[in-house]
Each structure stands twice: as C-alpha cells, then as structure tokens.
C-alpha cells in the first residue's frame, strides 16, 4: 500500500467541511493549525509582516485595534492569538518598550503600557 501526504490551507469558516469530506478517507485526525502571518494575493498565499519580526507584528495588531494602551490581559490575548505561550507577554512588553513601541506606567498591579 502506497500513502501520500496532503498539505493544504483554507478559510477558516471551511475548515469543517473539509474536516467531514476527509472523515472517512484520511488514515489519521489531520491537524489543523491557525496561520497568522498570511495574506491572499494574486491566488498566492504571502506573508503580511516579514517572519520573526514580533515588534512589527505587534504594532500591526496594537493599529488594526485602535489601542492606545496595553495591560497584562491584552497581552496574553495576543500572545495566545499568535500561537505563542500566554506567559511570553511580559517578554513582548519589554521588547516592545526597547524598540519605543510601548512606554510603562503605573506601579504593581496598577500598571499599563502606553503606546507611543
């Protein structure tokens, strides 16, 4: 018996029907794994930001939300949306303010980021 694997991406809102259509033919559960970077163009899938560039993808995000500050919760949502560990945000805020993206204020639990 000869098997072959299959890679393909769809829109998010098939991804059911494509799940059913291959219930009873696929040999395994395929795994099914959001893309965040990726954009439509000319029948093409492209990258919208450049990869490993977190900074400014995280200014994209911070612009399509209209955020003028950030807290801990933002954050975390954020870094979950991009497949990342929830955790990593504090890393991504102090990357953040290195670059000037993000300015600190508040102390303790009452603290948030402002972006510049």
Same mark, same amino acid.
């Given at each position: 018996?000869?098997?072959?694997?299959?890679?393909?991406?769809?829109?998010?809102?098939?991804?059911?029907?494509?799940?059913?259509?291959?219930?009873?033919?696929?040999?395994?559960?395929?795994?099914?794994?959001?893309?965040?970077?990726?954009?439509?163009?000319?029948?093409?899938?492209?990258?919208?930001?450049?990869? %490993?560039?977190?900074?400014?993808?995280?200014?994209?995000?911070?612009?399509?939300?209209?955020?003028?500050?950030?807290?801990?919760?933002?954050?975390?949502?954020?870094?979950?949306?991009? %497949?990342?560990?929830?955790?990593?945000?504090?890393?991504?805020?102090?990357?953040?303010?290195?670059?000037?993206?993000?300015?600190?204020? %508040?102390?303790?639990?009452?603290?948030?980021?402002?972006?510049?």
């Amino acid at each position: 018996m000869e098997i072959s694997r299959v890679e393909l991406f769809c829109d998010d809102r098939k991804v059911g029907i494509v799940l059913r259509l291959l219930a009873g033919i696929a040999l395994e559960t395929p795994k099914v794994t959001p893309v965040i970077n990726a954009k439509k163009k000319n029948n093409q899938l492209v990258e919208k930001i450049p990869r %490993g560039d977190d900074i400014a993808m995280f200014a994209a995000y911070l612009k399509q939300h209209k955020l003028n500050e950030v807290n801990s919760t933002i954050g975390r949502e954020y870094c979950h949306s991009i %497949g990342k560990p929830p955790e990593r945000y504090n890393y991504l805020f102090d990357k953040a303010r290195r670059a000037g993206l993000l300015r600190k204020t %508040g102390k303790g639990t009452h603290s948030k980021w402002v972006v510049k």
